[in-house]
């Protein structure tokens, strides 16, 4: 399964959709629904003509008029037509938009949702959703099962990898049973990476060469960056293994490296040197330094100009990135100053925990805002010496912002409810690949309203049957998966 954010312009009106897409049997039964969230308070009486297509027969199986007025996160369905004797794989798409007021011509956010009514799934050939447009910042989850990976196409065409987690099953089971992991997807037949760097390929702007302008790893553990044994293949010469970023990296050229940094809490180079899959990252940074385009930095924390737009930068001047957080250094809120979110001495020089040193930024397009921070971790205790509460300091350097991808997956010890009060997302995006995601109390954090009174729209990468029976039925219906 992928889950991608597309877009499609309409009458001036920027839409952005998220797209769960669901592989069906061609006998199954689908219902539509769609989220229509707005930048403006409230939408006065705006009219959508939703569709619904056939993909493969290229056939209209469904068409609807949906009224949305008063909430600025509207949840409206299509006439909920059953689609039987179908290909299984359906567009979803805004014929014509109208409104009677001109402040509700401003942005927009169409969150689609195809619902699964089956429990039987196969993975089929399929179109991809529409290609990026001029002016739009496409976001892409791509779930491989195996850890976080998404892909952004910002307004101008410039684009960024964040993450390409390559997990080792094997490995896990030993240390986490009875937790379980979710399958290899959308099969088995290629490596995380490879799947990456084949969506990447498929969705690139059509106008630009195959490359990826920024890559960033939050941190170094597997399900972010990769992990190697001795069946990992190697490169045709040999100089490194391909796995997670080096996988992509290999098959898509990656001009700007970003990760945390090799120098903190202590020299990584000499505590990670046994480590096979940090010594194999670092084989891979030596390799591509041979381009004369590639350039590999340590993440700055507080800056808005080490990731920015390469193409157009002036059409675009209300989107930014800024650095919120790298290591324990993170944005005050001022220029590019920074503070630390907590003390050198208060982490441990073995044994530290990586999830808590993780990499974060926000990304602005005019009102809309997004927040991405790896693993970064709300909860300490003193049987876990690693462990930091640093979702306080990010909160205040974040802000609110409109949509955001979960800390360390949903997991219990991250997104405390002071953090999810002080972002107050109206969507949320949960990366997910193992069955204690997410954590029970944080899926009933989710499941109430923000601190603007509205519900929050969370929305599942993958859900295991283990996640779904510990959960409970009354709290898996408000994910959308």
């Known amino acids: 399964m992928f889950v991608e954010h597309t877009h499609f312009n309409l009458k001036r009106t920027l839409f952005l959709v998220l797209t769960v897409l669901m592989f069906q049997r061609s006998f199954g039964t689908t219902c539509y629904s769609c989220i229509v969230v707005s930048d403006q308070k409230t939408i ?43 290909s299984g794989e359906f567009e979803f798409s805004c014929l014509d938009y109208k409104s009677k007021t001109a ?5 927009f956010i169409a969150v689609k949702l195809a619902s699964d009514s089956i429990a039987s799934q196969k993975v089929k050939d399929r179109n991809l959703p529409a290609a990026w447009q001029q002016g739009f910042l496409d976001i892409h989850f791509i779930e491989t099962g195996r850890g976080n990976a998404s ?18 099953t094997e490995e896990f089971y030993k240390k986490n049973s009875p937790l379980k992991v979710s399958p290899a997807l959308p099969t088995d037949k290629k490596r995380p990476g490879e799947w990456i760097a084949a969506y990447i390929a498929q969705i690139m702007p059509k106008n630009r060469a195959l490359t990826i302008d920024y890559a960033m790893i939050t941190h170094f553990h597997q399900d972010h960056y990769g992990s190697v044994n001795a069946q990992t293949p190697y490169t045709a010469n040999g100089a490194y293994q391909l796995s997670g970023i080096a996988d992509v990296g290999t098959q898509i050229p990656i001009h700007k490296l970003l990760d945390r940094g090799f120098d903190y809490p202590v020299d990584l180079h000499t505590y990670y040197s046994k480590d096979a899959t940090f010594t194999n990252y670092v084989k891979f940074i ?6 004369k385009d590639f350039i590999h930095e340590a993440l700055k924390a507080g800056s808005n100009s080490q990731i920015g737009l390469l193409i157009q930068p002036k059409s675009y001047p209300d989107f930014s990135v800024r650095n919120i957080k790298a290591g324990n250094k993170v944005w005050s809120g001022i220029d590019e100053q920074i503070v630390n979110c907590f003390s050198d001495s208060d982490m441990p020089q073995k044994g530290f925990n990586e999830n808590p040193l993780s990499n974060a930024i926000k990304i602005t397009y005019g009102a809309f805002t997004y927040y991405s921070g790896g693993d970064n971790t ?4 003193l049987g876990y010496p690693g462990r930091k509460n640093v979702e306080p300091a990010i909160a205040k350097a974040a802000g609110r912002v409109t949509a955001m991808s979960l800390n360390h997956h949903g997991n219990r010890d ?52 283990e996640t779904r029976i510990y959960l409970g039925g009354w709290i898996t219906k408000a994910f959308k998966v």
């Open 44 to 86: 006065d009486k705006a009219d959508l003509n939703l569709r619904v297509t056939d993909k493969i027969k290229g056939k209209i199986v469904d068409e609807s008029k949906v009224a949305i007025s008063g909430a600025a996160i509207t949840e409206v369905n299509t006439s909920n037509t059953a689609i039987t004797n179908s």
């Open 103 to 107: 402040a509700a011509q401003k942005n």
């Open 151 to 168: 892909f952004m196409v910002f307004p101008d065409g410039t684009t960024m990898l964040l993450d390409a987690g390559d997990l080792q």
């Open 286 to 291: 030596k390799e591509q330094e041979k381009r």
């Open 378 to 381: 709300g909860y300490e205790g």
């Open 414 to 465: 991250a997104n405390n409810r002071d953090f999810i009060e002080a972002l107050s997302p109206e969507v949320v995006v949960q990366q997910s690949w193992c069955s204690d995601q997410p954590g029970q109390e944080l899926a009933f954090r989710l499941v109430e309203k923000n601190s603007r009174g509205d519900s929050i729209k969370v929305f599942n990468t993958h859900m295991l049957p």
